[in-house]
């Protein structure tokens, strides 16, 4: 039966050139933009981190549109599938590398430094691996990129600078967010690695079977 995804003979493979993927090159022209708004007066200017917040979260937005749009019109491809990650991982090392010189933090340069460590490894990883087979995402990394899509967004408004009870209730829950999203980032980490690890010593075993 023809793979609506992949194309067959019947059904040729879609063209690079479609609408979910034009998303994922929206995304990833668009994170130097973010970065711009976001480190404006290193950070200071209120109207640009609000910008900033709005990039970010339409950046976001684009993300569930493209895999939607690809998954449901049987336009996914093989650049999709290797810039996806890609724009994903520029648009939030783009926010925890801005937000770092923003709070210039040591304990928010761990978490941003060996958070990215991590979603590279993993997504090079991924690359990798998918010669023995597909290692789908799993439900706990999709819950970490919500987590840390809201605690990213959250941090982009300024709320250090905004000296209101509002402002110092939503940095508390951008921080719950945070520390939630870093344990299921470090927890799934792990998890992909072991799947991956089983998933090759699959592949290898049916190719001696």
């Known amino acids: 039966m023809p793979d609506p995804q992949s194309g067959t003979r019947d059904s040729p493979p879609p063209s690079n050139l479609n609408i979910a993927n034009a998303l994922t090159v929206l995304r990833i022209a668009g994170v130097p933009v ?25 950046l976001m937005i684009t993300d569930r549109i493209d895999g939607d749009l690809a998954r449901s019109r049987g336009l996914v491809t093989d650049f999709g599938k290797l810039a996806d990650p890609i724009a994903d991982k520029a648009l939030t090392g783009m926010a925890f590398i801005g937000l770092g010189i923003i709070f210039d933090h040591w304990l928010f340069w761990v978490i941003a430094i060996t958070t990215l460590v991590r979603e590279w490894g993993i997504t090079i990883m991924r690359l990798f691996i998918a010669k023995y087979g597909v290692m789908p995402a799993s439900q706990g990394g ?34 719950a967010f945070l520390a939630v999203a870093y344990v299921i980032t470090m927890v799934t980490g792990v998890q992909y690695v072991i799947d991956a690890r089983r998933l090759r010593a699959a592949w290898l075993a049916a190719q001696n079977a």
């Open 142 to 175: 999709r819950i970490k990129t919500t987590m840390q899509a809201g605690a990213l967004g959250l941090y982009c408004l300024p709320l250090e600078i905004w000296d209101t009870t509002a402002s110092d209730v939503t940095m508390w829950v951008a921080h």
């Open 34 to 58: 973010f970065g711009w708004l976001l480190l404006v007066d290193g950070g200071s200017d209120v109207s640009t981190r609000v910008w900033s917040f709005v990039a970010f979260a339409l």
